[in-house]
């Protein structure tokens, strides 16, 4: 059995000013006015946006990070080719298992819309499942797969929840049409190995070993 | 006695207007409540979000009308009737304004001139916790119990000193007609004053402003819908417009407290030092007198909201403390030395 | 020990019947004030509460069971879901037992950028729990003056690595990115934001006598009880034991820094607010101390040690806990070797100080019920796991 516990008695003490309720509520009621008044002469200002806390959602949106992490894309490089590989990192990396990535060969006659020698056949993101963790966007050796600005991922229905490869593309070029793509994740710095075997060069602050992407 | 026509036409006006004010006032608190929290509030249903309160009426009466099913429906049904209609009621003594004089014809701006006013008003006070106490109980929630049971508790603590408070004012302007006060608060007295209640009972006003907003269920005497304790009180498994009643009540309740409070202390329909009547023509006089007594009025309705989205919550306890403990002494205090000065001067 | 259910005799937990004097009401698990989803079954006599029974489990999600089958970096975005309020801790948390167990010194730049981003989610932790407790006594201003500056943090976090409020923060080794080059300017503004909105907080609740006789000796709890039941964080220094994993067991570079620990002296519903809103303060303190150093080091400074790209831990096991915004947050990892944990355990602070919560509320009333409960910062994400 637990033994029983006695609660310790605490004694109340307020001074006068507080013992007679009113003073501290008319400091308080004068605290509310300050920003009852700030806020209507804001709310009257021209323009949206104008309390400064409230954004008016559908029609006046808060900017967002350019490394937002949002519905993903996959990108094509300058000249339009597809970059993903289908290497299935990304779906290796998943902690919602929820990337199913097929890899293929280029068809016939159309090897130049892709910049790798494999492609992927088919790409699927299942968002009902994703996390938006970013880890598949930090393990695409190739740069293909990003997580975009985009964040009103809302259907009406499941299916379109699944995204395909086409899905994935549309989604890159409404950013790039948007202008928000999403710069190239810059790889953190990594600390030279301490117990390196003497001889062995240090890793110079240029050759740094990009992030965890390119070690072995 | 007026004729009736008059009567009927003075209880529509008011009634409407009440509703009016009552209505607008949910969009005031709402609004309020926003710009004082950095917010913005509902500002899309018309301009500034005017039309809010239609959009929730509209709501209210679609809303599928849901009884529970271990309910006891005949005190549920009765529950929301028996909280408005006390409101609703009560305004009739309370004036709006001093008198219009049309064709000749004098229509004083009061429902009924009772002599016993008073009386009436503490006696519908009283009523209207029924409501609560009736809807929790045939809700058949322990928290819609809870709540009628603290509503009861509070209503009758601060009954006391409310009515305690409303005999010192009696004493002081030496009627029960809420008129004749309202007319006796004209001028000036010591010289400097004007002659208001609020000058003549500084301590009864604080304690019956105390009163009103434990009788009106407001923050910080809102125990008995407390959301964060009891989810919502009484009104816990309320819809539709039955929930609507209760809530509509509630503001209607808070307009009476608002023009009583007015017409005892804040001197009704005059202003300080200017007496209107005098440079204003009989309709004009009518309108400001009742203008000014609505901005009056409309003032302590502010207040209701500004106090409710500025300070915490009591507990029940502490509740019952103060109000046995603290306003029924002070407002016997506050009695006796009224009945002394009295005594003294007079 | 206690029974899962109530065991005064006449009470049947869950039942609809009133039986005898007392009243059973189940509070909780969808109740405005239960903060995720908990439940208390109390018996109450009026509105005393003379015993209570907390029922977690609502939201178990098995996250313990689930680290079993995610790689070591996999688990990350599911410790970000314990405590929902200040991820970062929770994901530091769990990647200083990792680098224990793989015997792994992070860089210095790293601990730091560790250090602001906790430091941060403490203050945002904090002041969810006093804006909810000014919500749960039925003073709602002060909730949104905290809030809005809480927005203003999570913007911090949304630049950091592109999410506001699960944010994955740091990889194993080290971090995942540098702090925003609009960190300086951000901070000095938000620094005044997160001050101005105390004071605002302070001048309308701490003075006030309402207030005070809501918080003041509510739930009182002995310094001893509190240790006995294993309290940590701010309700255990709310008792008056200045017991603070910063400063006792210094991990990255607190010992560096100069802060105080705040302590209260009753344990009471007031004093846990009070020790929050001071160490609100302190953690700015180490920000800006830390943010110093921090500006100190080479633009290219690594952030990461050199770990191997899956995380192989040897065999063994691990405790390392650090201090989160609610107490001591520990994980236990136990390794086999292979490149997913054999078994990992949580140690939240919530469910040591949720134990006592029956003995917390004896006697108190309703009312005070929720406000106990709010001032103990229950997450529900954190006790149930």
């Known amino acids: ?216 | 006695m007026e004729d009736l026509g008059i009567t009927v036409i003075k209880v529509v006006f008011i009634w409407t207007w009440v509703l009016l004010i009552a209505t607008l006032m949910t969009w005031v608190e709402r609004r309020g409540s926003a710009m004082m929290q950095d917010r913005l509030g509902p500002n899309r249903a018309g301009p500034f979000g005017l039309l809010q309160p239609v959009a929730d009426g509209i709501k209210l009466f679609t809303k599928e009308d849901i009884v529970p099913e271990k309910a006891q429906k005949i005190l549920f049904s009765l529950g929301p009737v028996l909280f408005a209609l006390p409101a609703f009621s009560a305004y009739a003594v309370v004036p709006f304004g001093d008198k219009l004089v049309l064709d000749g014809k004098e229509i004083i701006l009061q429902v009924a001139d009772v002599n016993i006013g008073f009386l009436y008003i503490v006696a519908l006070g009283g009523l209207a916790v029924y409501g609560m106490v009736v809807g929790g109980w045939g809700s058949n929630n322990k928290y819609s119990i809870l709540g009628g049971l603290r509503s009861t508790a509070q209503l009758i603590s601060y009954e006391v000193p409310f009515g305690i408070v409303l005999l010192a004012v009696v004493m002081v302007f030496g009627t029960f007609s809420l008129r004749e006060i309202s007319l006796a608060q004209q001028g000036t007295f010591l010289g400097f004053l004007p002659n208001w209640g609020v000058f003549k009972q500084p301590l009864g006003f604080i304690l019956f402003m105390t009163a009103a907003y434990a009788e009106a269920n407001r923050v910080p005497f809102d125990l008995p819908e407390a959301e964060s304790e009891i989810v919502a009180g009484y009104h816990t498994e309320y819809g539709s417009m039955r929930l609507g009643l209760y809530l509509f009540g509630e503001y209607v309740n808070l307009y009476t407290l608002a023009a009583l409070t007015v017409t005892l202390f804040f001197g009704a329909w005059h202003l300080p030092y200017l007496d209107m009547s005098h440079f204003l023509g009989p309709i004009s006089y009518g309108i400001a007198s009742f203008l000014v007594f609505f901005l009056k009025t409309a003032f302590f309705l502010w207040l209701f909201v500004w106090i409710r989205w500025t300070v915490p919550r009591f507990r029940y306890d502490q509740v019952m403390g103060l109000g046995w403990k603290a306003l029924i002494p002070l407002s016997l205090v506050n009695l006796f030395v009224t009945a002394l000065i009295i005594q003294l001067t007079v | 020990m206690r029974e899962p259910h109530c065991n005064v005799p006449g009470c049947d937990l869950g039942s609809d019947q009133m039986v005898g004097d007392y009243v059973t009401i189940n509070i909780g698990p969808s109740h405005p004030a239960m903060h995720g989803t908990l439940r208390v079954v109390a018996k109450t006599d009026g509105e005393t509460v003379i015993e209570a029974e907390p029922e977690i489990g609502y939201l178990h999600r098995g996250v313990e069971k689930l680290g079993e089958n995610l790689t070591y970096n996999q688990f990350i975005p599911i410790t970000d879901r314990l405590n929902y309020c200040s991820s970062i801790v929770n994901n530091v948390a769990y990647e200083k037992a990792v680098e224990k167990l793989m015997g792994v010194e992070i860089p210095e730049k790293a601990q730091l950028v560790r250090v602001i981003l906790m430091e941060l989610s403490r203050i945002a932790d904090h002041q969810v729990c006093i804006g909810i407790l000014g919500v749960d006594i039925g003073a709602f201003t002060p909730f949104f003056y905290q809030i809005i500056q809480r927005e203003e943090i999570y913007e911090i976090f949304e630049w950091y690595n592109g999410a506001r409020l699960t944010v994955t923060a740091g990889r194993i080794g080290g971090q995942d990115a540098d702090l925003p080059d609009m960190f300086e300017e951000k901070w000095r503004m938000l620094k005044d934001g997160i001050r101005k909105a105390n004071d605002e907080t302070d001048k309308l609740l701490t003075h006030n006598r309402i207030w005070m006789d809501r918080t003041i000796g509510i739930s009182a709890f002995s310094a001893e009880d509190a240790l006995n039941f294993g309290f940590t964080g701010p309700c255990l220094r709310a008792c008056g034991v200045p017991r603070d994993l910063r400063k006792d067991d210094p991990y990255y570079m607190y010992d560096q820094f100069d802060f105080d620990i705040p302590v209260g002296k009753n344990g009471d519903v007031f004093d846990r607010y009070m020790v929050r809103m001071k160490e609100m303060e302190e953690s700015i303190k180490i920000i800006d101390q830390a943010y110093a150093l921090y500006r100190e080091m080479p633009e290219d400074a690594p952030l990461k040690a050199k770990v191997p790209k899956i995380i192989k831990p040897p065999a063994g096991e691990v405790y390392a806990a650090l201090e989160s915004p609610n107490g001591e947050l520990g994980f236990y990892l136990k390794s086999d070797g292979s490149d997913k944990p054999y078994r990992i355990k949580v140690r939240p602070p919530c469910f040591m100080i949720y134990q006592a919560f029956p003995e917390l509320i004896k006697g108190e009333m309703i009312a005070d019920t929720i406000a106990c409960l709010s001032s103990l910062n229950i997450i529900a994400g954190e006790l149930d796991r």
């Not at chain 1, 002469?41 to 808060?62: L, N």
């Not at chain 1, 006659?109 to 966007?137: H, N, P, W």
């Open chain 1, 1 to 216: 059995m637990l033994k029983p516990i006695k609660k310790p008695v605490v004694k109340r003490e307020y001074t006068f000013l507080e013992r007679i309720y009113l003073w501290e509520i008319v400091k308080g009621l004068k605290l509310t006015w300050k920003h009852f008044t700030f806020n209507v002469r804001a709310s009257f200002r021209p323009g949206p946006h104008t309390v400064p806390t409230c954004w008016q959602y559908p029609e006046d949106r808060r900017p967002i990070a350019p490394i937002f992490r949002g519905a993903h894309y996959l990108a094509l490089d300058e000249k339009g080719r597809e970059l993903c590989i289908g290497c299935g990192m990304c779906a290796r990396a998943c902690p919602a298992h929820c990337i199913k990535v097929k890899r293929g060969k280029p068809p016939e006659g159309q090897e130049e819309k892709y910049a790798g020698k494999t492609i992927c056949e088919s790409f699927e993101i299942d968002m009902l499942r994703c996390i938006v963790c970013g880890f598949c966007e930090e393990a695409c050796a190739k740069g293909a797969l990003y997580l975009g600005p985009d964040y009103e991922l809302a259907e009406y229905e499941k299916g379109p929840c699944i995204y395909d490869k086409e899905r994935l593309l549309a989604n890159f070029r409404k950013a790039r049409a948007e202008g928000k793509l999403k710069p190239k994740r810059k790889p953190v710095p990594v600390a030279a190995p301490e117990k390196k075997p003497v001889g062995k060069k240090a890793v110079s602050p240029e050759g740094k070993a990009s992030g965890s992407q390119k070690e072995k």
